[in-house]
């Protein structure tokens, strides 16, 4: 099987080394088949979906037990809360981050350069830790002190960069384009094994549903991996008559950067991407957008965007309800709570929020929004 480029069409062999098409688009893996009968059962990682992925049979995987994680039906207006916040590292950013380093490691890798606001940068050091490979992240100079530090706890290096977001990106491939042959720039926003990995979460919760599809997921958007990784897992499943439709897709922003909220309601010049409370959803110019909005169209889902202080306060009530959680999952739980309350969604419909972060994460930062510290 091979990669497509998104923009171009142009084809590539899935098991070489190739991070994106020569005209700059990302590339996408091709959709696999996964049914009831695939999964091996007796194991209770990702890894038991094996079949729909793109590793061979007998090749080795890098595992720190992710996946599998639980899904919880709360009193918190029915909703039911994918606690990928349970990860090895503390985020979803695990199911890519297994998928893109076991490649790596196979590929004879030595190191591996990515950039982030936090999450997939400890994914990534945690993965090549147990790989036994070398890991350079690039991070925004706010990033969480707790992320920080896990990062390094790793054995990773870390550079801080000034600046807006994009400016991490530049110098994180710079950095690799210094050391070619030697190290690689394994971006999780662009590689094509990272979204391959996120889709197992579909495959989790129509397990974990008895072999059903819920009426509804919501996820957050930064690069879109989770949001795209969902999909695509649900689709496999429809096409090959899995589940009878799709569940429909509600995304959610923060208005303090919200390019993908934007694009949907058109009026794409108004996109403003400043700082705030959601840190892990915060890209101003999300590559996939197109696709991610075609996605969320197809589902009859919507875009929606959230404020700081309904992130607070969904941030309040779903501690108090068991779930600490990260901002940046907070607003997740804010844009379900106002797709409940605006009538979009019913209380009786199946509903799944992922929680995407554990708040142990940001516990500096929730402390300060909280004034506890
Ligand atoms: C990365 C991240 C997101 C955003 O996921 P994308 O795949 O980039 O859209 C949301 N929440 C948390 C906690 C994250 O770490
Ligand atoms: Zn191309």
């Given at each position: 099987?091979?990669y497509t480029c998104?923009?171009?069409?142009?084809?590539y062999?899935?098991?070489?080394?190739i991070?994106e098409c020569?005209?700059?688009?990302y590339l996408k893996?091709?959709?696999?088949?996964?049914?009831?009968?695939?999964?091996?059962?007796?194991?209770?990682?990702?890894?038991?979906?094996?079949?729909?992925?793109?590793?061979?049979?007998?090749?080795?995987?890098?595992?720190?037990?992710?996946?599998?994680?639980?899904?919880?039906?709360?009193?918190?207006?029915?909703?039911?809360?994918?606690?990928?916040?349970?990860?090895?590292?503390?985020?979803?950013?695990?199911?890519?981050?297994?998928?893109?380093?076991?490649?790596?490691?196979?590929?004879?890798?030595?190191?591996?350069?990515?950039?982030?606001?936090?999450?997939?940068?400890?994914?990534?050091?945690?993965?090549?830790?147990?790989?036994?490979?070398?890991?350079?992240?690039?991070?925004?100079?706010?990033?969480?002190?707790?992320?920080?530090?896990?990062?390094?706890?790793?054995?990773?290096?870390?550079?801080?960069?000034?600046?807006?977001?994009?400016?991490?990106?530049?110098?994180?491939?710079?950095?690799?384009?210094?050391?070619?042959?030697?190290?690689?720039?394994?971006?999780?926003?662009?590689?094509p094994?990272?979204?391959?990995?996120?889709?197992?979460?579909?495959?989790?919760?129509?397990?974990?549903?008895?072999?059903?599809?819920?009426?509804?997921?919501?996820?957050?958007?930064?690069?879109?991996?989770?949001?795209?990784?969902?999909?695509?897992?649900?689709?496999?499943?429809?096409?090959?008559?899995?589940?009878?439709?799709?569940?429909?897709?509600?995304?959610?922003?923060?208005?303090?950067?919200?390019?993908?909220?934007?694009?949907?309601?058109?009026?794409?010049?108004?996109?403003?991407?400043?700082?705030?409370?959601?840190?892990?959803?915060?890209?101003?110019?999300?590559?996939?957008?197109?696709?991610?909005?075609?996605?969320?169209?197809?589902?009859?889902?919507?875009?929606?965007?959230?404020?700081?202080?309904?992130?607070?306060?969904?941030?309040?009530?779903?501690?108090?309800?068991?779930?600490?959680?990260?901002?940046?999952?907070?607003?997740?739980?804010?844009?379900?709570?106002?797709?409940?309350?605006?009538?979009?969604?019913?209380?009786?419909?199946?509903?799944?929020?992922?929680?995407?972060?554990?708040?142990?994460?940001?516990?500096?930062?929730?402390?300060?929004?909280?004034?506890?510290?």
């Open positions: 099987m091979s998104y923009q171009c069409g142009k084809t062999r899935e098991d070489q080394l991070l020569t005209c700059g688009g893996a091709p959709e696999r088949a996964i049914r009831k009968q695939d999964i091996i059962t007796q194991d209770p990682t990702l890894w038991r979906y094996r079949k729909a992925l793109p590793i061979g049979e007998n090749d080795p995987v890098i595992s720190l037990g992710e996946g599998l994680t639980p899904l919880v039906k709360t009193n918190f207006g029915g909703l039911f809360f994918k606690a990928d916040s349970l990860m090895p590292t503390g985020s979803f950013k695990d199911r890519g981050a297994a998928l893109v380093i076991s490649h790596l490691k196979k590929l004879g890798i030595k190191k591996v350069i990515n950039d982030s606001s936090g999450n997939s940068a400890a994914a990534y050091a945690a993965y090549c830790a147990a790989a036994g490979l070398e890991c350079h992240i690039f991070t925004p100079a706010s990033t969480s002190v707790g992320k920080l530090v896990q990062i390094q706890m790793y054995g990773a290096k870390v550079t801080k960069v000034a600046g807006a977001r994009d400016q991490v990106t530049l110098a994180a491939k710079a950095e690799a384009e210094k050391q070619v042959g030697q190290a690689v720039y394994a971006g999780h926003n662009t590689h094994l990272f979204p391959e990995g996120c889709k197992t979460v579909a495959y989790e919760i129509w397990e974990q549903l008895g072999w059903g599809v819920p009426d509804n997921i919501v996820v957050p958007f930064g690069g879109g991996s989770a949001m795209l990784g969902m999909y695509k897992g649900f689709r496999e499943l429809v096409s090959v008559g899995e589940i009878p439709h799709m569940p429909r897709i509600f995304v959610i922003q923060a208005h303090s950067c919200n390019p993908l909220y934007s694009l949907f309601v058109g009026k794409e010049e108004s996109a403003q991407c400043v700082p705030g409370l959601a840190e892990g959803i915060s890209i101003a110019k999300p590559i996939k957008k197109v696709e991610a909005i075609a996605a969320v169209r197809q589902t009859g889902g919507t875009v929606e965007e959230v404020s700081e202080g309904e992130i607070i306060e969904a941030l309040r009530e779903a501690s108090r309800a068991g779930f600490y959680v990260e901002p940046t999952t907070a607003a997740t739980v804010a844009g379900a709570l106002r797709l409940q309350k605006t009538g979009v969604i019913r209380s009786a419909e199946k509903t799944v929020v992922l929680l995407t972060g554990n708040g142990l994460k940001a516990t500096d930062k929730i402390g300060q929004a909280m004034g506890l510290v």
